[in-house]
């Protein structure tokens, strides 16, 4: 098989899972086409059939044809039972591999929660002071097996990177574990592939993997408090920030925003989109994020804080130097 043509898949379970699919798709194309083969045959015979005999009625089959039919069916039977058999041991030992794929107890465990509708993540470590929480976007070290542990905060999610690996359902008040390896650097997609309610399709995340050196520089980079405003403008953006209802959902370590309900905006402005990949993070989508969130992803949690306009400017200054 032409690997390059095949390999789209960048860990280990995604291959897995993809040569499942492959060896399930050549299969039963196969099959379909010798099917409709048979039954393109047949038709053509019967055709030909009643343009020879157009005034003898119904074709009454002799024994022995009747005998030869009665073995085809019996064979085909026979032949279907041990192909769906087959498919089913493969199917179910791919499953084994993927959920039993154990890595060294030294690998990263990353907590990722499920909530309407966006990604709480949480790169734990028994060293409070690197615990690090960021969402919607997470960072791995290339060809490092990563322990993820899934929750979900209210309904059913599944946590899904199509080309990293299969999907894990996220069940309110369990912890699901699985490991995630990835096999090459680049940025993968993530999706919830559970329907979760009005927003199921805008609850989309980000792996970026990473050589092992730009993964360390971007986790101290995360664990430092945020950014220290360094103009006047953006000390106002941050004292607007702090004096209004943002401060109750969200948390930006460094300053007085400590609350947990929304996603922590400590290191906002160097995650790739705003939303849980609904749109760009850039001043622009982010000032409309913020002047009326329910228009962009309605029913989203995000509240409607009345912003002056003159105060609009000097706070997206600030969100958007939290890099
Ligand atoms: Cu969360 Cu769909």
Redo the contacts with the bound molecule.
């Keep these: 098989m032409n690997q390059s043509m095949w390999h789209t898949s960048s860990g280990s379970n995604a291959a897995h899972i993809q040569q499942l699919a492959v060896c399930f798709g050549l299969l039963l194309t196969t099959i379909f086409l010798i099917v409709l083969g048979i039954a393109l045959l047949t038709l053509r015979r019967r055709h030909r059939g009643i343009e020879q005999e157009p005034l003898e009625g119904s074709h009454q089959p002799s024994p022995q044809t009747e005998d030869r039919l009665q073995t085809v069916v019996s064979v085909a039977t026979g032949l279907t039972i041990l192909i769906l058999f087959g498919l089913t041991i493969a199917s179910v030992s791919v499953g084994k591999i993927v959920s039993a794929s154990v890595a060294p107890p030294a690998s990263m465990t990353i907590q990722v929660t499920?909530t309407?509708?966006w990604w709480r993540v949480r790169y734990a470590n028994d060293d409070p002071r690197l615990v690090l929480d960021t969402a919607n976007e997470i960072h791995i070290p290339v060809g490092r097996p990563i322990a993820i542990r899934g929750n979900s905060d209210d309904?059913i999610?599944?946590f899904w990177v199509p080309s990293l690996q299969g999907k894990r359902d996220l069940i309110p008040g369990r912890t699901t574990l699985e490991w995630l390896q990835a096999d090459r650097p680049g940025e993968y997609r993530g999706q919830?592939?559970?329907?979760?309610?009005l927003q199921?399709a805008h609850?989309a995340f980000w792996v970026v993997v990473e050589p092992p050196d730009r993964f360390k520089t971007w986790m101290d980079h995360q664990l430092q408090p945020s950014a220290e405003p360094v103009d006047d403008q953006t000390r106002h953006g941050r004292d607007i920030f702090l004096k209004k209802a943002c401060i109750l959902c969200h948390a930006i370590r460094g300053t007085d925003a400590a609350a947990q309900i929304g996603p922590d905006l400590t290191h906002f402005a160097s995650r790739r989109t705003i939303a849980a990949g609904t749109l760009a993070n850039n001043k622009g989508n982010l000032a409309g994020w913020i002047a009326d969130p329910q228009t962009i992803k309605p029913g989203t949690r995000m509240a409607t804080v009345p912003i002056q306009s003159a105060e609009m400017q000097p706070l997206i200054d600030y969100l958007e130097s939290l890099k």
């Design positions: 499920g309407q509708w309904v999610h599944s919830c592939a559970e329907f979760c309610g199921h609850m």
